[in-house]
Protein backbone atom coordinates (compact mmCIF):
# COMPACT_ATOMS: atom_id res chain seq x y z
CA UNK A 1 0.00 0.00 0.00
CA UNK A 2 1.28 3.96 -1.03
CA UNK A 3 -1.11 6.56 0.14
CA UNK A 4 -3.96 3.89 0.32
CA UNK A 5 -3.37 3.05 -3.02
CA UNK A 6 -2.25 -0.55 -4.26
CA UNK A 7 1.42 -0.60 -5.61
CA UNK A 8 2.40 -3.35 -7.81
CA UNK A 9 5.81 -3.25 -7.44
CA UNK A 10 6.52 -5.58 -10.73
CA UNK A 11 4.35 -3.61 -13.18
CA UNK A 12 5.40 -0.31 -11.27
CA UNK A 13 1.48 0.86 -11.06
CA UNK A 14 -0.84 2.27 -8.94
CA UNK A 15 -4.49 0.55 -8.51
CA UNK A 16 -7.44 1.32 -6.27
CA UNK A 17 -8.20 -0.75 -3.16
CA UNK A 18 -11.90 -1.33 -3.41
CA UNK A 19 -12.95 -2.46 -0.01
CA UNK A 20 -16.91 -1.71 -0.20
CA UNK A 21 -19.00 -4.93 0.38
CA UNK A 22 -22.50 -5.01 -0.44
CA UNK A 23 -25.19 -4.39 2.66
CA UNK A 24 -27.80 -6.61 1.29
CA UNK A 25 -29.17 -6.74 5.25
CA UNK A 26 -29.13 -2.93 5.34
CA UNK A 27 -31.72 -0.64 3.44
CA UNK A 28 -30.93 1.60 0.32
CA UNK A 29 -30.67 5.24 1.87
CA UNK A 30 -28.59 8.03 1.86
CA UNK A 31 -26.52 6.78 4.80
CA UNK A 32 -25.83 3.82 3.61
CA UNK A 33 -24.96 4.24 0.30
CA UNK A 34 -22.66 7.40 1.76
CA UNK A 35 -21.00 4.71 3.89
CA UNK A 36 -20.50 2.52 1.12
CA UNK A 37 -19.11 5.43 -1.19
CA UNK A 38 -16.78 6.55 1.64
CA UNK A 39 -15.03 2.85 1.47
CA UNK A 40 -13.31 3.74 -1.78
CA UNK A 41 -10.50 6.01 -1.21
CA UNK A 42 -8.72 7.68 -4.60
CA UNK A 43 -6.48 10.47 -3.52
CA UNK A 44 -5.75 10.69 -7.73
CA UNK A 45 -9.52 10.56 -8.70
CA UNK A 46 -9.60 8.38 -11.42
CA UNK A 47 -12.32 6.83 -10.03
CA UNK A 48 -14.83 9.99 -10.16
CA UNK A 49 -16.52 9.03 -13.83
CA UNK A 50 -17.50 5.88 -12.02
CA UNK A 51 -18.68 7.66 -8.39
CA UNK A 52 -20.59 10.02 -10.15
CA UNK A 53 -24.11 7.94 -10.89
CA UNK A 54 -24.42 7.12 -7.18
CA UNK A 55 -23.38 10.57 -5.92
CA UNK A 56 -26.14 12.16 -8.19
CA UNK A 57 -28.77 9.73 -6.88
CA UNK A 58 -27.84 11.16 -3.01
CA UNK A 59 -27.56 14.68 -4.62
CA UNK A 60 -31.48 13.97 -6.05
CA UNK A 61 -32.28 13.02 -3.06
CA UNK A 62 -31.72 16.08 -0.98
CA UNK A 63 -33.27 17.81 -3.52
CA UNK A 64 -36.46 15.87 -2.82
CA UNK A 65 -35.74 16.34 0.90
CA UNK A 66 -35.63 12.69 1.62
CA UNK A 67 -34.52 12.00 5.50
CA UNK A 68 -31.14 10.20 5.83
CA UNK A 69 -32.92 7.19 6.77
CA UNK A 70 -35.85 6.73 4.74
CA UNK A 71 -35.49 3.48 2.11
CA UNK A 72 -35.09 4.83 -1.69
CA UNK A 73 -37.69 4.13 -4.20
CA UNK A 74 -37.33 0.32 -6.26
CA UNK A 75 -35.85 2.35 -9.38
CA UNK A 76 -33.10 3.68 -7.45
CA UNK A 77 -32.21 1.26 -5.62
CA UNK A 78 -32.29 -1.37 -8.37
CA UNK A 79 -29.80 1.34 -10.20
CA UNK A 80 -27.51 1.38 -6.67
CA UNK A 81 -27.52 -2.69 -6.53
CA UNK A 82 -26.54 -3.05 -10.17
CA UNK A 83 -24.07 0.22 -9.39
CA UNK A 84 -22.69 -1.89 -6.27
CA UNK A 85 -22.43 -5.02 -8.27
CA UNK A 86 -19.83 -3.50 -10.75
CA UNK A 87 -17.74 -1.61 -8.11
CA UNK A 88 -14.84 -4.54 -7.49
CA UNK A 89 -14.28 -3.90 -11.03
CA UNK A 90 -12.40 -0.51 -10.10
CA UNK A 91 -9.49 -3.16 -9.19
CA UNK A 92 -8.54 -4.21 -12.77
CA UNK A 93 -7.99 -0.18 -13.47
CA UNK A 94 -3.73 0.11 -13.30
CA UNK A 95 -2.44 4.01 -13.49
CA UNK A 96 1.22 3.76 -14.33
CA UNK A 97 3.19 5.34 -11.51
CA UNK A 98 5.88 7.18 -14.24
CA UNK A 99 3.92 8.86 -17.29
CA UNK A 100 7.04 10.33 -18.64
CA UNK A 101 10.54 9.34 -18.47
CA UNK A 102 13.27 12.25 -17.50
CA UNK A 103 13.24 13.83 -20.63
CA UNK A 104 10.48 16.01 -20.47
CA UNK A 105 11.76 18.13 -23.22
CA UNK A 106 9.40 16.61 -25.86
CA UNK A 107 5.98 16.90 -23.12
CA UNK A 108 2.84 17.99 -24.79
CA UNK A 109 -0.33 18.29 -22.33
CA UNK A 110 -3.73 18.18 -23.93
CA UNK A 111 -6.52 19.53 -22.22
CA UNK A 112 -10.46 18.48 -22.92
CA UNK A 113 -13.03 19.47 -20.23
CA UNK A 114 -16.75 19.00 -20.50
CA UNK A 115 -19.97 20.01 -18.64
CA UNK A 116 -23.26 19.17 -18.11
CA UNK A 117 -26.34 20.15 -16.30
CA UNK A 118 -25.51 17.47 -13.82
CA UNK A 119 -21.99 17.31 -13.89
CA UNK A 120 -18.42 18.78 -15.29
CA UNK A 121 -15.18 17.11 -16.08
CA UNK A 122 -11.65 17.89 -17.04
CA UNK A 123 -8.60 15.83 -18.08
CA UNK A 124 -5.30 16.38 -18.94
CA UNK A 125 -2.93 13.68 -21.29
CA UNK A 126 0.75 14.06 -21.17
CA UNK A 127 2.18 13.10 -24.54
CA UNK A 128 5.79 12.39 -25.13
CA UNK A 129 7.19 12.73 -28.86
CA UNK A 130 10.75 10.62 -28.19
CA UNK A 131 11.81 10.45 -32.19
CA UNK A 132 11.16 14.16 -32.36
Known sequence: MVLGLVWNKKRDTLSCNVQAKEHEEKSINKRNVLSILSQVYDPLAFTCPTLLQPKLMIQSSWSKEISSDEQWNEEN?????????????????????????????????????????????????ARVNYGE
Do not use: C, M, N
Open 77 to 125: IKKFKKWQTELPALKRIEIPRVAVGSDISALELHLFTEASQDAYAAVVY
